[in-house]
């Protein structure tokens, strides 16, 4: 397949793009959505099928006959095997197969005889969302690209409930864009060939979590393994996080297997408690031929830095802003050493560990083995006896819990418990949120609820895909954010194939009070010396967060000086302006902040590249 592009692109991993039908009205509406340097690849008739920015080496796509399969981001096919996929293709469902099996992380789109299917990952890394641009149906992988095509703007109930703390399943899914819907991560979007209806089809369900931790085990190494393969496979250099903690190890020595020339990174925290340190050179000492970079601790910015500089075009708020200096600042260091690609370790602590929650419904089937462990849980939580008893007491359904958190958004925060063994943390609001935000939030949290359905019917595993959808969210941004700043990153312990073979296991075997991380420290045996894996905590950098509360107040009282969230009714100005100048508050440290600080300097970036876009026309 040919295409056409002003451009050679952009650098890698910031791939975005829309997807049009064969029609001359969605030709038309692939006009709007065209800026200067984009690429296109092209239907037979010569008109837009992807429109957008991607590299070369994150492209791979071939057509036969009627059919024609794209796959955009981390995809191990060449294209000879993309073309006896697409020549195989008699229905788009056929497609499931594909997604289903593919390693690495990456939308696939698709077209068979004019009908259109997109589709991102299961994980929620790769979104998709869809909007009637001109009267037809068009996806794109940004929700920002459609917005822009419609002229409209974001929607201020989806504002206020991102104001909520946290913002629960399903509210955290939805676009904050008026005349724009997201696509739930299981499922694909399909688009009749008139352009004119777009539906859903579910692709993906989780494993039941039913399988031996022993059984399963290797088939998490293996998949963990092709994960980090397919970022190494082409060699060069490419760095990794090596903070010491079990994740990021892990990754390192996978790394150091592959083509690749590695580099690895420790940042030390400044907690002189922490002990990261110490546990990143004992695994040093066992790669030779990685170069070690060890960053000094008091050179890394703290949370909250530079809060008032950011100008990342970003399609949602996200807490991720809170961290972006630090996620971001070794990076540039990096890529002058070489470095093509950074691979973290986030997610480990998403997919390799799993929640207390689980334990909700084996307290039912298997009293003898939860009681055991939850005295151990109690323990090492410090969990009430009568807090435990009145949240195992609880069986609530998903829509009924959503509901009565709906009408609960001023009170104090819940306990752990109730949290850890419920359906997650229900959300919160805070004194400087309006009643006006509160009527909106709890309006559209109502409405939620009566159709809510959770992400699976164990309270255990739908909070652990819910925590894996927040976390790739942020972990979306962050990617952006790289790709901006140089060098873009990955995170393999996100890939489905990874976040499957995870979940497959026995919750009891997977979480344990007794055990830290057990299955990933069975995984690696082999790979991670037996001394690495002997870790049994991770630092919190409880520190940087305080001291950068402190140190950025400045930039807090000068966030709320001119607040675009006041102006729009939904916060009180003054309560957050006499708030930053005691960011010592109790409370604080819970980071209540995030969800309004995400908003504000989101609405703030907006606005700055508005202002640009009004002096560039004049």
């Known amino acids: ?142 929700a920002d690209i459609l917005a822009a095509a419609l002229g409209t703007g974001p929607d201020e109930e989806q504002l206020a409930v991102r104001l909520l703390w946290p913002v629960p399943h399903p509210l955290c899914e939805t676009s904050v864009w008026r005349g724009v819907t997201a696509v739930p991560p299981q499922d694909a979007l399909i688009i009749s060939a008139d352009g004119r209806t777009a539906r859903r089809s579910r692709w993906w369900t989780p494993p039941e979590p039913d399988r031996p931790l022993a059984e399963n085990a290797p088939l998490v190494r293996e998949a963990l393994t092709e994960a980090v393969d397919a970022r190494t496979r082409h060699g060069g250099v490419v760095s990794c996080d090596l903070s010491g903690g079990l994740d990021s190890t892990s990754i ?15 940042w030390p925290g400044r907690d002189p408690a922490d002990t990261d340190l110490y546990w990143a050179e004992q695994a040093a000492t066992f790669l030779p031929d990685v170069e070690h970079v060890v960053w000094d601790a008091d050179a890394s910015p703290l949370v909250y830095t530079d809060l008032l500089g950011i100008d990342d075009l970003l399609d949602e708020p996200t807490i991720g802003v809170m961290d972006r200096s630090r996620v971001l600042h070794h990076l540039p260091g990096l890529a002058r050493q070489g470095s093509r690609l950074h691979l973290t370790g986030i997610g480990g602590d998403n997919v390799a560990w799993c929640s207390e929650a689980y334990y909700h419904r084996l307290v039912r089937t298997r009293p003898l083995f939860a009681l055991k462990q939850l005295r151990g849980f109690r323990a090492l939580w410090q969990w009430p006896l009568g807090g435990t008893v009145r949240a195992l007491a609880d069986t609530r359904p998903y ?57 699976h019917p164990d309270r255990g595993l739908h909070t652990d895909l819910e925590q894996i959808r927040s976390c790739t969210r942020i972990v979306r941004q962050w990617d952006r954010m790289a790709a901006g700043a140089g060098l873009p990153m990955a995170s393999p312990f996100f890939d489905d194939r990874v976040i499957e073979a995870c979940l497959a296991v026995r919750p009891g075997e997977r979480v344990s009070p007794w055990r830290y991380k057990p299955l990933l420290t069975a995984a690696m045996q082999g790979v991670v010396p037996q001394i690495c894996l002997q870790r049994t905590n991770k630092a919190q950098a409880s520190m940087d967060a305080s001291n950068g509360l402190r140190e950025h107040r400045g930039d807090l009282m000068a966030l709320w000086e001119n607040s675009h969230l006041e102006r729009l009714g939904l916060v009180d100005g003054a309560v957050l302006r006499r708030l930053a100048q005691r960011p010592s508050a109790p409370g604080l440290r819970d980071a209540i902040l995030y969800s309004t600080i995400a908003c504000e300097v989101w609405l703030r970036g907006l606005s700055q590249v508005t202002a640009g876009q009004a002096g560039t026309a004049r």
Do not use: N, Y
Not at 97 to 115: E, K, Q
Not at 255 to 260: L, V
Not at 434 to 455: F, I, K, S
């Open 1 to 142: 397949m040919t295409e056409s592009h002003e451009s050679a692109g952009p650098g890698r991993g910031d791939a975005h793009f829309a997807v049009f039908t064969d029609r001359e009205d969605a030709a038309a509406a692939a006009r709007s959505v065209t800026r200067p340097g984009a690429r296109v690849l092209p239907h037979p008739s010569g008109r837009p099928w992807l429109v957008g920015r991607w590299h070369d080496e994150e492209i791979v796509a071939a057509r036969v006959g009627t059919a024609a399969v794209a796959a955009v981001g981390c995809c191990p096919l060449d294209t000879a095997e993309l073309e006896r996929r697409a020549g195989r293709l008699r229905d788009l469902a056929d497609l499931d197969v594909l997604a289903r099996t593919l390693p690495g992380s990456c939308h696939l789109v698709a077209v068979l005889d004019g009908r259109i299917r997109v589709q991102g990952t299961a994980s929620g890394l790769r979104l998709v969302f869809h909007a009637a641009i001109g009267g037809v149906q068009v996806a794109a992988t940004r």
């Open 252 to 266: 390192c020595f996978l790394a150091d297997r592959s083509p690749s020339r590695v580099v690895a990174s420790t």
């Open 399 to 455: 829509g009924k819990w959503l509901a009565d958190s709906g009408h609960r958004l001023r009170d104090p925060l819940p306990t752990s418990v109730s949290s850890g063994l419920g359906w997650g943390v229900p959300p919160r609001l805070f004194d400087w949120v309006t009643p006006e935000a509160e009527r909106m939030a709890e309006q559209a949290l109502g409405a939620a609820a009566q159709c809510a359905v959770p992400l």
